[in-house]
C-alpha cells in the first residue's frame, strides 16, 4: 500500500511562484509513475502534469506548459511541482497521484490510470 502526503501549497499572489511536493510512505517512487492533478470549486479534477520516475519522462497540460515544471528527488523519495507566473484561475486543491509502470515508460493524463491518490492541498492565486 502507497501513501501519498503532499505538503507545500498556500496563498500567493497572481504572478507569483509556488511549490507543492508530493512524499511516498510505505514504498519508493523507482517503479512509478506520479502525477499531479487539481480540482477547483465546482469543477472536475484535471490533470496537471506527470513524470515517469524511472524514465523521467515528464508531460504537462496545455494551461501549465512552460509554467510548471515537475521534478524528483531519489534521495528524498519525493516529487515535486513547482508553479510559477501563476494566475488566479491556477487555484485548486493539488492532488498528487501514483501507479506502478510495470516497465512501461512514459506518462498517463487520465484519472484512472492511477492507483494511489494523497488527500490534496490547497493553492490559492489572488489577484
Known amino acids: 500500500q502507497v501513501q501519498l502526503v503532499e505538503s507545500g501549497g498556500g496563498l500567493v499572489q497572481a504572478g507569483g511562484s509556488l511549490s507543492v511536493s508530493c512524499a511516498a510512505s510505505g514504498r519508493t517512487f523507482s517503479s512509478y509513475r506520479v502525477g499531479w492533478f487539481r480540482q477547483a470549486p465546482g469543477k472536475e479534477r484535471e490533470f496537471v502534469g506527470a513524470i515517469n520516475w524511472s524514465d523521467g519522462s515528464t508531460q504537462y497540460a496545455d494551461s501549465v506548459k512552460g509554467r510548471f515544471t515537475i521534478s524528483r528527488d531519489n534521495a528524498e523519495n519525493t516529487v515535486s511541482l513547482q508553479m510559477k507566473s501563476l494566475k488566479v484561475e491556477d487555484t485548486a486543491v493539488y492532488h498528487c497521484?501514483?501507479?506502478?509502470?510495470?516497465?512501461?515508460?512514459?506518462?498517463?493524463?487520465?484519472?484512472?490510470?492511477?492507483?494511489?491518490w494523497g488527500q490534496g492541498i490547497q493553492v490559492i492565486v489572488s489577484s
Open positions: 497521484a501514483a501507479a506502478r509502470t510495470y516497465g512501461s515508460g512514459g506518462v498517463r493524463t487520465l484519472l484512472q490510470d492511477y492507483t494511489y
